[in-house]
């Protein structure tokens, strides 16, 4: 989808069968998590089948782009280069940007997204008929795609381990008879953005925000405002 590919944006299907769209700043502006899973008291209790990933598979340091008769832009990390070879982004872009220094910023974005490998919540089941209150169960029914969360880890003989994350995938697995039900539910969760913990958008967020900000029109001298 164009709109989303030139808006960094994400397209999805929701658990009600609409189509979810998040704008690009609907993540960066989730300053702190809505949710806290963990081991911890106060926390959303998880099952012991929690899998977590840290691999160079979506690394991405090197991007080539161009927009409708506009110069190809490129943009690369060497850092990430010499540590992850060059891993260029997996498909072609184009933009229906106005001009080739919209595109440049774009691609630098994900560059500076992507160039180190980060580490990712690969799976997370939840048994919310087996956990007393009612904190686990307002999990279960409230969690979404797009959320963000705190994922919390304090192994016995090891260090602990916070990541912040955004949930991409939510599973239900519902099985009944005559006298029980057992419900789990298993999420998927990528890296929050880097810098995006406590203070909102970093330096390289507000270039990839200001890409699409180009104005179309010229504008009234004195105007402080435009729409």
């Given amino acids: 989808n164009l709109v989303v590919q030139d808006e960094q944006s994400n397209l999805y ?41 840290l691999d160079d598979i979506k690394v ?4 080539q782009a161009n927009r409708l008769n506009g110069a190809t832009q490129s943009a690369t990390d060497l850092t990430s280069v010499n540590n992850h070879f ?25 560059v500076w997204r992507f160039k180190n490998p980060q580490e990712r919540l690969d799976n997370a089941d939840f048994y919310p008929a087996a956990t ?47 006298q029980t039900i057992d419900w789990t539910m298993s999420i998927q969760a990528s890296p929050g953005l880097p810098g995006n913990s406590t203070t909102g958008l970093t330096a390289q967020q507000f270039i990839l925000t200001a890409a699409r900000s180009t104005l179309k029109n010229s504008t009234i001298v004195g105007a402080t405002s435009f729409t």
Wanted: net charge neutral.
């Fill in 13 to 53: 299907n929701r658990g009600d069968g609409f189509v979810g769209f998040e704008q690009r700043h609907h993540r960066w502006k989730q300053l702190t998590p809505i949710w806290t899973i963990g081991d911890g008291a106060g926390e959303i209790p998880y099952l012991k089948t929690v899998n977590t990933e």
């Fill in 60 to 63: 991405v340091n090197y991007v």
């Fill in 86 to 110: 060059y891993r260029s982004y997996p498909s072609s872009l184009t933009f229906k940007t106005l001009n080739d220094t919209d595109v440049a910023s774009i691609i630098q974005g994900i």
């Fill in 132 to 178: 007393s209150g009612t904190t686990v169960w307002a999990f279960t029914v409230g969690a979404d795609i797009g959320h963000r969360i705190k994922y919390n880890r304090r192994p016995v003989g090891a260090p602990a381990k916070s990541l912040d994350l955004w949930i991409e995938s939510v599973q239900f697995s519902i099985t009944f008879d005559e």
